[in-house]
């Protein structure tokens, strides 16, 4: 995050951009928040639920892994993952926004686009991006660079899976990808 500082647009800016759109008075979840800056700038507007491994009572961090956070089903307007989507268990963390979301409820992620796989975010064959399968995101192995054989596209196309409809997607930044999608109704995957 301290390095997003340095990039020509901020992910979170463009996250907050999304959230702040929502009717006042919704409830967003900020999963793997780092210092809950999501929440510090939209707390006139939103109730947020910052959640990270570690807690701080000041900020309002709640400690959780995002495979499982302390909120009912069905109970935020939307999920934040800024950065956020790192180590083995992403999959889950998506599955997660998935039951805590209401339908309709939006998922915003914004991800380094190395993440997804080379300079483009296309992959190249060789990659760690989530496959789905029986309603599970199943982690692929990481190529020498790092890099991604599904790409952003495959990654979109698992979240559909997983009962989610694509808003929009936008490449525009040199750094990182912004992904927003809603919980279709019915929530269960396809």
Same mark, same amino acid.
């Given at each position: &995050? ?5 990039? #020509? ?9 999304? @959230?702040?759109? *929502?009717?006042?008075? $919704?409830?967003? =979840? ?7 800056? +999501? ?19 000041? &900020? ?9 956070? #302390? ?6 307007? =939307? @999920?934040?993952?800024?950065? $956020? *989507? ?7 963390? +998506?599955?997660?926004?998935?039951? @805590? +979301? ?30 789905? !399968? ?14 991604? !054989?599904?790409?952003? !596209?495959?990654?979109?196309?698992? +979240?559909?899976? =997983? ?16 992904? @927003? ?10």
């Amino acid at each position: &995050r301290h390095a997003a500082a340095s990039w #020509p647009a901020n992910p979170l800016d463009a996250c907050i951009a999304e @959230v702040r759109a *929502l009717d006042k008075g $919704s409830v967003v =979840a900020d999963f793997g928040c780092g210092e809950a800056a +999501l929440a510090a700038r939209l707390r006139q507007r939103h109730a947020v639920h910052s959640f990270d491994l570690v807690a701080d009572e000041a &900020r309002g961090i709640v400690a959780a892994s995002t495979t499982d956070v #302390p909120l009912e089903d069905a109970s935020c307007d =939307a @999920v934040v993952c800024c950065l $956020s *989507l790192m180590g083995i268990d992403y999959g889950k963390s +998506l599955l997660e926004a998935r039951r @805590v +979301l209401k339908p309709g409820g939006k998922l915003v992620v914004a991800e380094v686009r190395s993440r997804f796989g080379g300079k483009d975010g296309g992959g190249d064959g060789s990659g760690d991006v989530a496959k789905r !399968s029986k309603n599970k995101f199943k982690p692929q192995q990481s190529g020498k660079d790092g890099s991604s !054989s599904a790409g952003v !596209s495959r990654f979109l196309r698992a +979240l559909e899976a =997983a009962g989610f409809a694509r808003v929009r997607r936008d490449d525009s930044n040199s750094h990182f990808v912004l992904l @927003v999608l809603r919980k279709r109704d019915g929530g269960a995957p396809k």
